[in-house]
């Protein structure tokens, strides 16, 4: 099994600022996603991030808004950039057992005032 | 677009009885399907996967597919009072389509009454 933790757990900020979300996970994996989990709503895949390469973005998403770092297989962090109150959402990482995902972060919850 | 169609509720039931989550989905290509249970402030956590048709058996927990219909369900039996969370069903593949990622209902939050 995988252990990931997410930091951080949960924060408010102030609109037009941003955060970075760090998640560590403590094995070497190859492929990393990063979710959004709306209220009310589906847990939405923003971007799949590899290794040494650029992440992948799902439609509605894009790397201005959502910057992606991958520097080992270890660690990622997603960014959310300039806030609005419609970035309020909780953001979680989650990494592969095999083929099939099975392993999330706890989540950060985040609150844009 | 991949779409995966899953009732909110809230679903309320007492303890003891058998719980049923249903889900439809939309991509007749995909063959690997997935519950996760999620407490509340926590991250999803992995329950069940199913490969294509069929019935898979986990404790008190059996998870069904039927592609001819597009059709996935978890039944709980014996339920319990720490039974009660959100339950998400997922497709592999992305949303758009994509081969990575996954693409989850909106979840269905189970009470089960003591």
């Known amino acids: 099994s995988a252990v990931i933790s997410q930091k951080p757990s949960r924060d408010i900020c102030q609109r037009g600022t941003s955060l970075t979300i760090q998640c560590q996970v403590d094995s070497q994996v190859t492929m990393m996603f990063w979710y959004r989990q709306q209220p009310g709503q589906s847990l939405t895949l923003i971007a799949t991030a590899n290794q040494g390469s650029e992440a992948t973005y799902e439609s509605g998403f894009v790397i201005d808004k959502f910057p992606i770092s991958r520097p080992n297989l270890t660690f990622s962090t997603l960014t959310v950039s300039n806030m609005s109150p419609e970035d309020s959402s909780i953001y979680l990482c989650?990494?592969?057992?095999?083929?099939?995902?099975?392993?999330f972060g706890q989540g950060t919850r985040l609150t844009v005032v | 677009q991949k779409e995966v169609e899953q009732d909110p509720g809230p679903l309320s039931v007492p303890e003891g009885a058998i719980v049923s989550l249903n889900c439809t989905y939309s991509n007749s290509a995909f063959q690997y399907f997935m519950w996760y249970r999620q407490y509340s402030r926590k991250g999803p956590e992995l329950l069940m996967y199913t490969y294509s048709s069929g019935n898979k058996e986990d404790g008190r927990f059996t998870a069904q597919v039927d592609k001819s219909s597009k059709y996935i369900s978890l039944f709980i039996r014996d339920s319990q009072p720490s039974d009660s969370a959100t339950y998400l069903c997922?497709?592999?593949?992305?949303?758009?389509?994509?081969?990575?990622?996954?693409?989850f209902g909106k979840g269905t939050h189970l009470i089960i009454q003591p």
């Open positions: 989650s990494v592969n057992s095999g083929y099939l995902q099975a392993f």
């Open positions: 997922a497709t592999e593949g992305g949303p758009g389509g994509g081969a990575d990622g996954l693409t």
